[in-house]
């Protein structure tokens, strides 16, 4: 039979480790940068949660939301604006970056201020482009695409180390189902983690309801932290949320993002899961 838990590469985003049998970890943020002011003090606030909890945290934002439902949708400041706050952010804060590329041309201004690049959904078949992000030489976090299944994703590892690079996370956020749905299936995060790279789960863009909105997705978060809290029991090596401190109010994906004051209490809950899988298969058998 297949160990749910079994060991994966260790993959370091700037000193956050994933994998490699290391503490589950978190990358946590705003789905899109609103302003500087706003940006910089949801950084601290969740450093200091992360700090309470016990999380190694790499900080997450869009510069440029490409893939909005709606022409008129708010996209975000664009790449050197953007750019300008991710680099205030990890110096006042001394967190690693994490933010997503939606154009080849990005890549190289996005690699000298990022830790980490993210491929979208959306994008994570388009071989250039996904080569490209790869040959800048930082790790590459690929979300799952919502239209495929998870040992497809082989293809894509194949991709990415053909471009000589193998610092690899890979991030299940839900499965179309139906007309603005979508679904988890748990074994996906066992899949994934057969192609040995470290896994991630996207907890509130599982909740999404892409384009469910009209004009805009929508979401129902309160399904996160269930779905937060079994992820962690299957054994990723880590949690992907998206937050803000007034949801209802946020400019993108307000409806699937969690309140930042809810955050500890959903942590913790995940922790004392974690941490009670990781002393269950202490000197536990690998199967195979």
């Known amino acids: 039979m297949v160990e749910h838990h079994l ?7 700037g000193s956050t480790p994933f994998g490699g049998g290391r503490p589950l970890a978190l990358i946590a943020g705003l789905c899109v940068i609103e302003n500087l002011r706003h940006t910089v003090e949801t950084a601290r606030s969740l450093r200091a949660i992360a700090d309470e909890t016990g999380f190694p945290l790499v900080f997450k934002a869009s510069y440029d939301k ?19 706050i991710l680099r205030a952010v990890r110096d006042e804060t001394g967190l690693a970056i994490l933010t997503d590329v939606h154009r080849e041309s990005d890549v190289e201004a996005v690699a000298a201020v990022a830790d980490c690049l993210q491929v979208p959904a959306l994008l994570c078949r388009q071989t250039d482009f996904v080569q490209a992000v790869a040959r800048a030489g930082k790790p590459v976090n690929v979300k799952k695409g919502q239209f495929m299944a998870p040992d497809d994703m082989r293809r894509v590892v194949e991709k990415i180390m053909a471009a000589g690079n193998e610092q690899i996370l890979l991030t299940e956020r839900g499965t179309s189902f139906g007309y603005h749905n979508l679904v988890v299936d748990m074994r996906s995060l066992v899949i994934l983690r057969e192609t040995g790279f470290p896994v991630v789960f996207d907890a509130t863009h599982s909740v ?14 309160r399904f996160a ?4 809290r079994a992820a962690a029991a299957i054994g990723v090596d880590g949690l992907f949320l998206e937050t803000h401190p007034c949801p209802d109010e ?3 994906d307000g409806p699937n993002s969690l309140a930042l004051d809810s955050l500890p209490r959903v942590l913790r809950e995940v922790k004392r899961i974690a941490q009670a899988l990781d002393g269950e298969n202490q000197g536990a058998p690998r199967h195979s």
């Open 250 to 252: 946020a400019l993108c």
């Open 208 to 221: 999404q309801l892409p384009a469910g909105a009209g004009s805009a997705s929508g979401g129902d978060r």
């Open 66 to 84: 490409a893939n909005r439902t709606s022409v008129d949708a708010y996209r975000g400041p664009g790449l050197e604006a953007g750019l300008e």
């Open 225 to 228: 932290p269930p779905l937060a």
């Open 7 to 13: 060991p994966t590469a260790s993959v370091t985003v």
